[in-house]
Each structure stands twice: as structure tokens, then as C-alpha cells.
């Protein structure tokens, strides 16, 4: 398992944060994501799948990934 912390802007509300969770585990991904931070913490397999696809997910929900 591999985990990485992504910046995330565009989080107001716990309804963010349960996008951004749920768009994780859409991917089989798991994630923590932390309002007042703006921040997500992803732990994933890199055999399954790829950075590229994480920040794919959370930017199709309308949030920018830095």
C-alpha cells in the first residue's frame, strides 16, 4: 500500500468531504479528507491504480487537486 496527501482546493462543507471520500472508494482507494486543512489523505495499491486516476476522481467532483 502506498499513501500520499494531495491538496485540495474547492472544500466548504462536510458534503465535500464525503464527495471526495466517496469518490475514492469508487476507485478502490481510501482516503481521510480534512476540511480545515483543504487536504486528502489517499492510501492505495500502486498496482491497481494510479496517482493520475486518485486525482481524476476528486477532480470530476469539482474540486481543483494540487
Known amino acids: ?10 472544500m466548504s462543507c462536510n458534503h465535500c468531504v464525503n464527495a471526495i471520500e466517496g469518490a ?4 478502490n482507494a481510501s482516503g481521510k479528507a480534512d476540511l480545515e486543512k483543504k487536504t ?4 492505495f495499491d500502486e498496482n491497481e491504480i494510479s496517482l493520475g486516476a ?13
Request: proline share 0%; charged share 25%.
Open 24 to 27: 475514492l472508494q469508487t476507485v
Open 40 to 43: 486528502v489523505h489517499v492510501e
Open 1 to 10: 500500500m502506498q499513501t500520499v496527501t494531495f491538496n485540495v482546493e474547492g
Open 54 to 66: 486518485i486525482r481524476k476522481a476528486i477532480e470530476d467532483q469539482g474540486y481543483d487537486v494540487e
